[in-house]
């Protein structure tokens, strides 16, 4: 399926100031490679040409945002820029109360401590690293419940964010509803490639839900982009807004978690939202113990600031069309030559393959932390492991050996220019070409949470 649009996009900004680059030699890449133990985790930033390894905490913030920086009122307490951000949280997202956190994962272990109690179920359209994790530190299990289709790179189906909703109907008949303290519901799911969920799909689930009384809470880290695919694909929305429709999407759940680092533009920041009155009063408590008052939940006023006017950014379609039209660009470079990819193309990045790129590897042998590292090689360029390593292990110790074994080139917003996605295209087509001589690697050390952070590696022989 080609995705590309029939017009060309162009940036709705354009550059003000720009970072040089450090470009690096082979060996320095070599020498460099070595001592981060074949992880990009452990790499330093300073080596690194393009750098890909993650959108989050990434993307260039524009003139206005750096105003509202200077815009910070740094009071311990009640700083206008809290009541600034409470407000844009309710007009654009529509969610009543707003605690902010330092950053997604902050806002995670305040609700899974809230809602979860030990032997709970939840069930979710994915896992995330972090997402899961705390859930099963609040004595949970986190249940897969998305179409089998998201675990195929080659199906093309243009919603594979769904949920399985057969699967959550024997899953509660199981469980029993008490059990379910709410569904984990991700727009643009990370993991399977940022794909977007519905609004079908979202609606359905709303129905089962209220009908045995489960919440729903939305992992919104990049509702924007699951808007944009929604306004492309599904029918009835080609004429609302980006805007309308994130709008809408958050109207479906009860409440939401955010890492503001993504699709809100800034490089630090995010928050818990809720509509339920008893919630946010323990998230209130519970806040003050883990990240700081209610008022700044670990953030600086300024970057409060910088959050408020980045929310209103990401949901400027023109913003959207750029951002995206960027990702598919890249993504179908790459098809045309002939590397595999997950398709449709995904809202945050490019996932290549790595089972079907190195596919004499065994997952043991890691083919993505491999394909990561020789991408490094090439070129400089930066990405991320997404397959076994990531995956981590279950609670018995055994690995979870994802169906998924993928490298993510994720593009930051409003940072990297077209040339810079051509030269990502050549270096991984240079890889391809030689991918028959490449060896895997070896785990030498393993950390016990979070291993891919990490990990370090030794070249297989
Ligand atoms: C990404 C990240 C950052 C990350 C996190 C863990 C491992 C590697 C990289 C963070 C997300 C996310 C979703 C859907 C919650 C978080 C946590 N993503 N949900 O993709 O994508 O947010 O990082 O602000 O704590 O590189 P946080």
Redesign the pocket.
């Known amino acids: 399926m080609k995705q590309q649009m029939k017009w060309s996009w162009a940036e709705p900004y354009k550059i003000k100031m720009v970072e040089l680059l450090k470009m690096t030699t082979p060996g320095q890449r070599k020498k460099a490679m070595q001592e981060a133990g074949f992880n990009t985790f452990l790499l330093k930033s300073e080596d690194v040409y393009i750098d890909l390894l993650?959108?989050?905490g990434t993307s260039a913030m524009s003139d206005r945002q750096w105003a509202g920086m200077m815009m910070g009122d740094e009071a311990y307490a009640g700083s206008r820029n809290f009541y600034h951000l409470e407000q844009v949280v309710r007009d654009v997202y529509g969610y009543k109360y707003m605690i902010p956190t330092h950053?997604?994962?902050?806002a995670?272990n305040i609700l899974s401590k809230i809602l979860i109690k030990k032997g709970d179920i939840i069930p979710g359209n994915m896992y995330?690293?972090?997402?899961r994790l705390h859930q099963e530190l609040a004595g949970g299990r986190f249940e897969d419940i998305i179409i089998d289709e998201a675990h195929d790179p080659e199906n093309e189906f243009p919603f594979k964010g769904n949920v399985n909703i057969e699967k959550l109907t024997k899953l509660i008949a199981k469980h029993g509803a008490e059990k379910i303290p709410y569904i984990s519901i991700?727009t643009s799911v990370?993991m399977a490639g940022g794909q977007p969920i519905s609004m079908q799909n979202l609606k359905e689930l709303r129905k089962l839900t209220t009908k045995h009384g489960i919440r729903i809470i939305h992992?919104m880290?990049?509702v924007a982009e699951n808007a944009f695919f929604i306004q492309q694909r599904e029918k009835g929305y080609d004429k609302k807004s980006v805007a309308e429709i994130v709008k809408e999407i958050c109207s479906c759940t009860d409440g939401a978690?955010m890492?503001a680092?993504?699709d809100a533009l800034v490089n630090i920041g995010?928050f818990l939202a809720i509509n339920d009155w008893d919630v946010f009063e323990e998230a209130r408590n519970m806040v003050v113990v883990y990240e700081g008052l209610h008022t700044y939940g670990g953030l600086a006023g300024r970057d409060m600031e910088a959050m408020a006017i980045g929310i209103g950014e990401s949901v400027d379609d023109n913003h959207i069309k750029a951002r995206i039209g960027q990702v598919i660009y890249l993504g179908e470079k790459m098809i045309d030559f002939g590397i595999p990819i997950v398709k449709p193309i995904g809202g945050h990045g490019i996932f290549v393959d790595a089972k079907k790129f190195l596919p004499h590897l065994s997952q043991d042998a890691f083919p993505a932390q491999t394909l990561a590292a020789e991408v490094y090689l090439d070129s400089g360029i930066r990405t991320?492991e997404r397959g076994v390593v990531s995956a981590g292990r279950k609670a018995n110790g055994e690995n979870y050996y994802p169906k998924l074994e993928l490298v993510r080139f994720?593009i930051p917003r409003r940072v990297y220019t077209q040339a810079h996605m051509d030269v990502i295209a050549e270096s991984t087509l240079r890889v391809f070409e030689r991918r028959n001589k490449i060896k895997g690697l070896e785990m030498v050390y393993e950390p016990k949470y979070?291993r891919?952070?990490q990990a370090r590696f030794k070249k297989l022989q």
């Open positions: 993650t959108d989050s950053q997604g994962r902050g995670e995330f690293t972090t997402t991700a990370n992992d880290t990049r978690t890492s680092k993504k995010g991320m994720t979070l891919f952070f």
